[in-house]
């Protein structure tokens, strides 16, 4: 008699776990709240109007309001190349007249701000990163465009 209480309470708890396991879906439901975006995936900025973007230049991308952010790092022997396209509007025309700076986190914890120049040539804004220890680097770019703030994060590893 035992046993087969002991079976009965063991195969009602698989059941459970089992039903549990099938209805944890992406079923949305109205108290839900949706889930946060990977850290491959572009993140929010300040603006309430954002949306993820597809890459011109083959970077990380956040598309915020009426701003177009890309960010794209590259290794050099003298640390990180790091460029951020600053475009406007649907025919994504570079915005040459911002302060773009970045805050980026060390893998130690620090944070290390840089300030970006405009490069005319390339349309882009450009500075080099000297970190070269190995981790992931978390980045916040803001763009001050003539008084309005566009916000960017994103990452890049060693």
């Known amino acids: 008699m035992k046993s087969l209480k002991s079976n009965l309470i063991v195969l009602g708890s698989v059941g459970l776990l089992f039903l549990g396991a099938c209805s944890q879906g992406d079923q949305a439901t109205p108290n839900s709240t949706p889930a946060s975006p990977p850290v491959a995936s572009p993140p929010a900025s300040s603006t309430p109007a954002t949306a993820p973007a597809t890459a011109t230049q083959g970077g990380q991308v956040v598309e915020s309001g009426a701003y177009h952010l890309e960010f794209v790092p590259e290794k050099e022997a003298t640390g ?59 980045v916040k770019v803001t763009a001050d465009i003539n008084g309005e703030k566009v916000d960017g994060r994103f990452t890049f590893n060693q």
């Not at 025919?91 to 970006?116: D, H, I, M, R, Y």
């Open 80 to 138: 990180t190349h790091l460029d951020v396209f600053l475009q406007q509007g649907d025919k994504k025309e570079p915005v040459p007249n911002a302060k773009v700076t970045a805050q980026v986190q060390l893998p130690n914890g620090k944070q290390q701000t840089l300030a970006f120049k405009y490069d005319a040539e390339g349309k882009h804004y450009a500075v080099v990163f000297p970190g070269k220890d190995p981790g992931s680097y978390p």
